[in-house]
Each structure stands twice: as structure tokens, then as C-alpha cells.
């Protein structure tokens, strides 16, 4: 597929990839994060459902936690962590023993994953566990979280997260582009003033925690704020 029709997939792809290049210099990678091999993998936490509380040369990147509060407040899950990115003024939860990195502060807290991983400068964007993602898609009820002909939908709900409209949805990819035939999407998008924000795992097919990420994101969205 042409990277001009990759382009036409649904909403939430879209909003992933002009997220990316709105970075400059940060850019995607479509090979799953770099673990040692040392790295455990903790269990996600539990929660079912929206009420439940190669890849090329790899720039130096930020420590794993490098905005995440030495507290914990108590709105979080137990054992959860809160990180802050003052320059996109949000916040959201993510599990203790979880990871995060950036290649600088503006992109903090926008990636989580069970074990230690890097954010290459170039490729594409890399797939972890949980994403927290601003967007400049308009939000649309009518039209977020809803695939398109790249994209089977396999749930769309309207819900609400932070008393703002929101879009529940999982989709998988049935043709191959930037990411391969069965790669799936689970997640929110929400309506943070006329913008879509994502809260989204995403993994391929291989990647078997992929149905233990999907809680992890219900408990997260339950922690986001928005400044």
C-alpha cells in the first residue's frame, strides 16, 4: 500500500501519524520496543471495561521515568504512577513498575510499556503498551473511533472520560501499510475542546499481552486531567 493510501485509514491512525510528525524530530518505527532481555514483564492490572477502576539507529534517549511523580495521589489504581506533561498540560496514571521515555520534555508521557524501551529519531512510530496521544484531528461523535475500508471495527461506543464526549473503539488492520494484516487498536478518543486526545494500546498479532494492555488503558483514561 502507497503511504498516500495508508493515509486514508481510520481516524485514529491519522491522528497517531500528524501527532508524530508534528515531533520534527522524533519520528515512528514499526518494530515493537527495545527490551533486554533481562527486563521482566509485570501483569497489567485488572479492569474490563470503561468503568473498571529492524528498527533502524536509535538516538540516546530520556531516563524512563523522567516526569513521573514520586507520589501517589489517590485517584490512582495501587501501585500506579501519575505523569505530568506541563507543556501539553495533561496528566495521566500509568502502573509503577511500567516504563516511560521521550526524546525531550514537550514529549513526555506520551508512551508507557511493561519493560525499558527507546524512542528512535526517524522511523515510525514504535508500538507500546499505552499511549497518551494530543491530536489535531477535530473530534467528531459521528465519525471518531470508527474505521474505514483498511480497518475492520470491532467496537464503538460513545462514553464519557474526565465528564468530556468520548469514543471507545478496537480495530484491527486487514491490509497491510505502515503496520502489519491483524495489528490492533484498542482505546479512547476524547474531546479535549474540539481536539481529539488518545488513549490507545496497540500491538501486532505476535504480541500476545496485547488483552492484558486493554485494562491498563480503561484504568488509565479513569486518571487523565487535563489542565
Avoid at 508507557?112 to 491530536?135: K, S
Wanted: aromatic share 8%; with cysteine; proline share 8%.
Amino acid at each position: 500500500m502507497s503511504r498516500r493510501r495508508t493515509t486514508q485509514r481510520s481516524s485514529q491512525l491519522v491522528a497517531i501519524l500528524a501527532a508524530c510528525a508534528a515531533m520534527l524530530v522524533a519520528g515512528c518505527s514499526t518494530a515493537s520496543p527495545t527490551v533486554p532481555p533481562s527486563d521482566s514483564q509485570p501483569a497489567a492490572s485488572a479492569g474490563t471495561g470503561p468503568t473498571a477502576a529492524s528498527m533502524a539507529r536509535l538516538s540516546p534517549t530520556a531516563s524512563s521515568s523522567p516526569t513521573a511523580s514520586p507520589t501517589q495521589p489517590d485517584s490512582l489504581p495501587a501501585g500506579w504512577k501519575s505523569c505530568t506533561n506541563a507543556h501539553e498540560g495533561f496528566e495521566i496514571g500509568y502502573p509503577g513498575g511500567w516504563h516511560t521515555a521521550s526524546l525531550n520534555p514537550e514529549q513526555a508521557c506520551r508512551q508507557f510499556h511493561p519493560t525499558v524501551f527507546t524512542v528512535p529519531v526517524g522511523g515510525e512510530y514504535i508500538l507500546t503498551a499505552l499511549n497518551a496521544v494530543q491530536t489535531p484531528v477535530d473530534f467528531d461523535p459521528s465519525r471518531s473511533g470508527t474505521g474505514d475500508q483498511y480497518v475492520r471495527t470491532m467496537l464503538r461506543e460513545e462514553t464519557t472520560v474526565a465528564g468530556r464526549r468520548a469514543v471507545r473503539f478496537e480495530e484491527a488492520l486487514i491490509e497491510a501499510g505502515l503496520y502489519p494484516v491483524g495489528t490492533m487498536k484498542y482505546g479512547y478518543v476524547i474531546d479535549r475542546d474540539g481536539r481529539e486526545f488518545a488513549v490507545f494500546t496497540m500491538a501486532v498479532l505476535a504480541e500476545t499481552r496485547y488483552t492484558d494492555w486493554k485494562p491498563v488503558v480503561d484504568l488509565a483514561v479513569e486518571t487523565l486531567r487535563f489542565e
